[in-house]
């Protein structure tokens, strides 16, 4: 039943994705030029993802998931240098690249090569993330 539910949320999720035009690197990279020829739609898909999980967030509350589990906890308010250097390197891949992890999984499935090489970057980039993390968190602690 775990699996039915999450292959039917990832294809929602997906589906998502294609209908609202993130998977389309013009698109984002449109958005994100306030500058030039900026395309603000995005912005409405960004209000359609953040109210209802926002919602989301307070109706779960002291609730169990049907499929079993918990819910995760409520993220940490504070901004440390883990957020902000996590935020930063979002940021530059998403400009760069005009994907982010969802979209391009997504992107994988119209062919062609250059989703499959921001995936193997983003995947190595996962990789070494909690050693580069660690190190940071010894400079911080030294500072």
Request: charge should be positive; proline fraction near 6%; hydrophobic fraction near 55%.
């Given at each position: 039943m775990r699996l039915l539910i999450s292959l039917i949320a990832g294809a929602l999720f997906g589906g998502g994705l294609f209908v609202s035009g993130m998977t389309d690197t013009r698109k984002v990279q449109g958005w994100l030029d306030v500058f030039g020829d900026w395309d603000p739609t995005l912005a409405f898909v960004m209000g359609g993802a953040i109210l209802p999980m926002l919602l989301a967030w307070r109706l779960t509350e002291g609730r169990k998931p049907l499929a079993g589990g918990s819910f995760p906890a409520l993220p940490r308010p504070e901004m440390d240098h883990r957020l902000i250097t996590g935020s930063v390197l979002f940021g530059m891949g998403w400009g760069l690249?005009?994907?982010?992890?969802?979209?391009?999984?997504?992107?994988?499935?119209?062919?062609?090569?250059?989703?499959?090489?921001?995936?193997?970057?983003?995947?190595?980039?996962?990789?070494?993330?909690?050693?580069?993390?660690?190190?940071?968190?010894?400079?911080?602690?030294?500072?």
């Open positions: 690249a005009g994907l982010c992890p969802g979209p391009a999984i997504a992107s994988l499935s119209y062919g062609g090569v250059g989703g499959l090489i921001f995936l193997v970057a983003m995947l190595a980039g996962m990789a070494v993330a909690p050693r580069v993390g660690t190190q940071l968190d010894r400079l911080a602690a030294t500072a």
